[in-house]
């Protein structure tokens, strides 16, 4: 089993930045995967960014440029600039194992508002 807590979440006008944090805790040796998805009302949830345990990173085309994803050891961070409204999002944690379990932190909100 695997525990995730999130912070980090708030608002910001359009342009500003924040930077968010997961702290894995448990079976955390069996991380291979660490990630932060979002969902907006109305909308799917989506991949923002994603890195291994070999730290190969990727991100979604909205995002690239923007954020960064980083990692150390059972911690992942996004920080998060040039904020815009469309960045409006429930964010969560992610964590998948090398036996493939899944795990999702509560979620934290991130507003974008002038």
């Known amino acids: 089993q695997v525990q995730l807590v999130e912070s980090g979440g708030g608002s910001v006008q359009p342009g500003g930045s924040l930077r968010l944090s997961c702290a894995a805790s448990?079976?955390?040796?069996?991380?291979?995967?660490m990630a932060w998805y979002r969902q907006a009302p109305g909308k799917q949830r989506e991949l923002v960014a994603q890195i291994t345990i070999n730290d190969r990173i990727s991100y979604a085309d909205s995002v690239q440029g923007r954020f960064t994803i980083s990692r150390d050891n059972a911690k992942v961070f996004l920080q998060m600039d040039s904020l815009k409204p469309e960045d409006t999002a429930v964010y969560y944690c992610y964590v998948r194992t090398f036996v493939f379990r899944e795990y999702w932190g509560q979620g934290t909100q991130v507003t974008v508002s002038s």
């Open positions: 448990g079976d955390t040796y069996r991380i291979s995967v």
